[in-house]
């Protein structure tokens, strides 16, 4: 039972299916689905919805507040109340790395599911799909960058420097190297999107500023045999040299892969519309059309070039193509075993 007084604000999964009974029986059964805030719901929605046929059942998202306060903490209260009929779906963290006592609960409660990764942006920025993001972004394949390459390169050099930030979580000693401070750290100095000014031209050098501020930053840790057990320890869950942005702080990892998509997409736009005006040129000398003519062309050309493309912020914000993840994998899973339970728990009742 719940401890909340007020029955207007009892939300629980118990309650949900006494809903679905005053349902008519050709409609699907609603299941309640609580995340920790609006702008995850298209994420979670994206992951969950394919599975609503199977059964079939319907899946009604919303961020849980009783205060106008969202966010994970938030989440927590309703964990005893989760069921068939009520689920939640948040962030990871660091939590899954560390395995506290939340991601305890979380792993035997089957009606919770969680990223894996710190969070949703970690996943958006996978990185075997940027490259066609920036295609989509300015219907170009001509990106000289491999994204995917550039994100395993970047992931080697912070990793051991996120291990070090993991671990004085896990040893509860955040304040020895916080957050914030590798973020700078692995950032340029500033998370903030207008000031992490990296780009095609200069990507190398900014990798290779980061590369040496890790450096620096190592030289004042020693480890010791419990920073090598934990160290294994994130390894077996996933955590590796290769893919180390998926567990870094989510904001900066996102902003930092924004900017630098924007910087490609813009040097694509650019280029396409100087190809635009070579052509121009080339058409002046060997037609007999006007400069009016060619002009008015040209510009027909170009609009229809950049009506025909989509932000690349855009295409970040609503990326689902995760599904090669092998964290997505695990989601899946867990997903998998909520359905199994669910047809099992609510065999042969007549409501269901």
Known sequence: MTSTKN???YIASNRQNAFNALRLKSKPKEIR???ESVSDIGFWYSILEPYEKKIPIKFRFSAYSNDLTTGKDNLKKLFPET???LIICLDSDYDYLIQSELAK???KNPYIFQTY????ENLKCYAENLNSLCVKATNSTDNKIDLSAFLKEYSQIIYLLLIWNIYFEFIKKPSEFSRDEFCKIVTFGDVTPDKCDISPSNYPEKLNIIKKSVSIKLEIFTENNSFIAFSKQLNELGLNETNAYLFMQCHALYDFIS??????CDALKIEHKTE???LAEKIKTKTDKGLEEIKIELNEKTGHYFNSIIPVTFLLAANDKFTDCFLFKKITADIENYLALFK??????NHV
């Open 83 to 85: 069921g068939p009929y």
């Open 117 to 120: 990764a710190y969070a949703m």
């Open 276 to 278: 635009l005006n070579a």
């Open 33 to 35: 689905v609580y995340v």
């Open 105 to 107: 609960t979380i792993k």
């Open 7 to 9: 029955i207007e604000n």
């Open 344 to 349: 099992q728990k609510t065999q042969g009742l």
């Open 259 to 264: 900017k630098f998509l924007i910087a490609i």
